[in-house]
């Protein structure tokens, strides 16, 4: 079946670059997302990789490594309002008529102190 | 403006009741899919749609039963068979059918769904 793990919870503080990993194992690949949710909100897309590397958008990356089932958002400049969860999801295929589907990791808690 | 709607925001029920979420879009996307949120927790899918007329069981079905005779919309019905239903309940959307390229879900605000 599809896993993915990440931290349940990580501090950080305002101004500083906090990592965020995530590890899966799933059939059928075919790209790691990053969403962030804030408490009561529905969670927003922030990133996609679909190949190795690194993806930048503004303070936030994200990278992929498919040999090692590895992907990391990374955020810069930490602002008090980036707190929030952050949950990796992966693509895979599912069944024979090739659809497909998300799973969602169970997110990381990341906190920004002052 | 394009977006994805989900009504009620809170909704009460008592015990034994059936309740329907509804979700509708306008963004003419294809998919569409169904998420339970409880307290600290990721997203758990319950059903997902890649067409009209057609749907997938997620990993937690049971309990839940759905309907996709439009392309907007595609509401949840939550049944009495469903043991624990006091939950955040997410509906979403997408674009895609092809195999490759980004898919980028897009969320509804939510029903923040009470069993009394």
């Known amino acids: 079946g599809q896993s993915l793990e990440q931290p349940s919870e990580v501090t950080a503080v305002e101004g500083a670059i906090v990592q965020i990993n995530c590890t899966y194992q799933?059939?059928?690949?075919?790209?790691l997302s990053w969403y962030q949710q804030h408490d009561g909100g529905a969670p927003t897309f922030l990133s996609y990789n679909a190949l190795d590397g690194l993806e930048e958008t503004g303070r936030f990356s994200s990278f992929l490594s498919r040999s090692d089932s590895y992907g990391y958002l990374l955020l810069q400049e930490l602002q008090m309002k980036d707190s929030a969860s952050y949950f990796c999801a992966v693509r895979d295929q599912r069944n024979s008529g090739g659809y497909q589907k998300v799973t969602f990791g169970t997110g990381t808690k990341l906190q920004v102190i002052p | 403006d394009g977006g994805i709607t989900q009504s009620p925001k809170y909704l009460f029920r008592k015990e034994g009741q059936n309740v329907t979420l509804s979700c509708e879009q306008n963004?003419?996307?294809?998919?569409m899919y169904w998420y339970r949120q409880d307290p600290g927790q990721g997203l758990r899918l319950i059903y997902y749609s890649q067409i009209v007329n057609d749907f997938q069981k997620g990993d937690i079905a049971e309990g839940y039963s759905v309907s996709r005779e439009k392309k907007e919309s595609f509401p949840l019905t939550v049944t009495s068979a469903q043991k624990n239903p006091t939950a955040f309940y997410l509906c979403a959307s997408s674009r895609q059918r092809e195999a490759e390229g980004t898919d980028t879900q897009y969320f509804g605000p939510g029903t923040r769904l009470t069993v009394l």
């Open positions: 799933t059939s059928g690949f075919y790209g």
């Open positions: 963004l003419n996307h294809d998919a």
